[in-house]
C-alpha cells in the first residue's frame, strides 16, 4: 500500500493527518522490516564465511566428493564456481555432520559466534538451523514473487517467496533449495537451482526407495540423509543430456576464463531487495542444478 503524505488524510479513514496518526507507528514497522532483513543478509554471509573457514578443508574436501558424486573431490573442490560453491557451503553447514563430533557447522557457528550475534540474528540462526534440510521442492504454481512448492518427499505444500520469481523453471520442475522462515514467510537460504521437467525422470522412484530403505518415519530427517540424491540425479540427467555436469568440466571454464571459487569472494547473498550484495554481479535467475 502506498502511504499518503505527511499531511495528507490517514489511510485509516480517522479523518486526521496521517503525520498525526499512523504513521509514526508505519516508520516503526520499516524499520523492523528492515532490520530483520537486514540480520537474515549479515547471518548468511557470516555463516558462509565461517563454513569457509580453512579449519573445515579437510572435511570439506571429502564432503564436497559426497555431494557432486565425485566430480568434484578434495583436490579439485576449490575449482567449484560462484553458483555450485554457494549451494555446497549451504548443505555442508547445514546437513552435513562432521565425522568427530557428529556436530554440524552450523552448531559450531551458534556454539563459537553466538554471544556476537544481534537478538534478531539469533532468532533467525535458532529457527534455521532447527529448520528444513535441502530438500526438492515440485514447482505447482506461482504468484509474481511467490512460489508454490510441494515437497517431493512429504507431499506437503510451502509458498516460498523469491526476488527472482520463479525465473526460468517452468510448472513441473524441481526446485532444489533451503527453505528459511525470515518474519513471517519462507525464502530460500541460498539461491536455489533447478531440475527440468523432463530431466524428473524417475526421480520420484530413487525417493520412495530410498525412503522404504531408510525407514524414518519423519521426511525432514529422511531428507537430510538422503538429500544428495537430487543432486546425483541432477548430474545424471545432465550426463544424459549431454551437458557438462559441473562447471571445472565445461569446455569454457577454461577457455573463457569463467571465474573460480574465491574465498569470501564467491557467495552471493540476497540483500533486502533481492540483490546480491557482497559478490561479482551475477544474473537472479534459477539455475538448473548443473
Known amino acids: 500500500m502506498e502511504k499518503p503524505g505527511r499531511n495528507d488524510p490517514c489511510y485509516c479513514g ?17 524499520r523492523e522490516q528492515r532490520a ?13 564465511e565461517f563454513a569457509d573457514d580453512e579449519r573445515f578443508d579437510a572435511e570439506a574436501g571429502v564432503a564436497a566428493a559426497h555431494y557432486w558424486n565425485n566430480l568434484y573431490s578434495a583436490e579439485t573442490f576449490t575449482q567449484m564456481s560462484p553458483p555450485e560453491a554457494e549451494r555446497f557451503l549451504d548443505w555442508f553447514a547445514f546437513d552435513y555432520p562432521l565425522p568427530d563430533s557428529g556436530d554440524r557447522v552450523v552448531e559450531l557457528f551458534r556454539k563459537e559466534k553466538g554471544d556476537s550475534l544481534s537478538t534478531h ?24 514473487q511467490t512460489l508454490r512448492l510441494k515437497e517431493v ?3 506437503e505444500m510451502l509458498d516460498i517467496y523469491e526476488p527472482a520469481g520463479h525465473g526460468a523453471a517452468p510448472l513441473g520442475a524441481i526446485i532444489l533449495g533451503r527453505p528459511v522462515a525470515v518474519q513471517g514467510h519462507y525464502e530460500f537460504f541460498s539461491l536455489p ?3 527440468p521437467p523432463g ?8 525417493i520412495a526407495a530410498a525412503q522404504a530403505a531408510d525407514g524414518s518415519a519423519n521426511p525432514a530427517d529422511f531428507m537430510r540423509r538422503h538429500n544428495v540424491l537430487l543432486v546425483h540425479h ?8 549431454g551437458r557438462p555436469p559441473v562447471s571445472w568440466l565445461d569446455p569454457r571454464h577454461a577457455r573463457d576464463g569463467m571465474q573460480q571459487r574465491q574465498r569470501h569472494q564467491r557467495v552471493r547473498i540476497k540483500g533486502p531487495s533481492g540483490q546480491t550484495e557482497n559478490a561479482p554481479q551475477q544474473v537472479q535467475a534459477h539455475r538448473k542444478a548443473i
Open 14 to 30: 480517522s479523518g486526521k493527518k496521517y503525520k498525526q496518526c499512523h504513521m509514526a507507528a508505519d516508520l516503526a514497522a520499516d
Open 36 to 48: 530483520w532483513a537486514d540480520a537474515a543478509r549479515d547471518l548468511r554471509l557470516a555463516i558462509f
Open 121 to 144: 540474528e539469533v532468532e533467525l540462526l535458532d529457527s534455521w538451523a532447527a529448520g528444513a534440510p535441502m530438500g526438492g521442492y515440485e514447482l505447482t504454481g506461482y504468484d509474481r
Open 153 to 155: 518427499a512429504s507431499g
Open 193 to 195: 537451482a533447478y531440475i
Open 199 to 206: 530431466e524428473v525422470a524417475d526421480l520420484h522412484e530413487k
Open 234 to 241: 541432477a548430474l545424471e540427467q545432465a550426463k544424459i543430456a
